[in-house]
């Protein structure tokens, strides 16, 4: 992804020589971006997901298929429709 912000910290002495240490002759931003992506990005990502499961679970259940070759086309169908990028991917697996 294109880097298009810019972000100014001003650190005290201890930190940056933990900055320096940390970098092992990497450049400095890469080190930071490092971090934001360990403390900043991964659980927001982690917490997304956690929510999207907690959304499943509140889902009524549904009776499964009684035909499963037209469950099947009819699923495809509406993956279809719906402009689902992955279309066919479940084919591919079986």
């Known amino acids: 992804m294109a880097k298009t912000r810019k972000v100014q910290v001003t650190l005290d002495e201890t930190q940056y020589e933990s900055l320096?240490?940390?970098s092992r002759?990497?450049?400095l931003a890469a080190v930071v971006r490092e971090a934001v992506a360990k403390y900043c990005v991964e659980p927001d990502?982690?917490?997304r997901r956690l929510e999207a499961i907690d959304k499943l679970y509140?889902?009524?259940p549904v009776p499964a298929p009684k035909n499963w070759a037209e469950w099947k086309r009819e699923y495809g169908r509406l993956k279809t429709r719906f402009g689902a990028a992955d279309a066919g991917a479940d084919d591919e697996r079986r």
Do not use: V
């Open 20 to 22: 320096l240490r940390a």
């Open 45 to 47: 990502t982690q917490h």
């Open 25 to 27: 002759g990497r450049k």
């Open 58 to 60: 509140l889902l009524d």
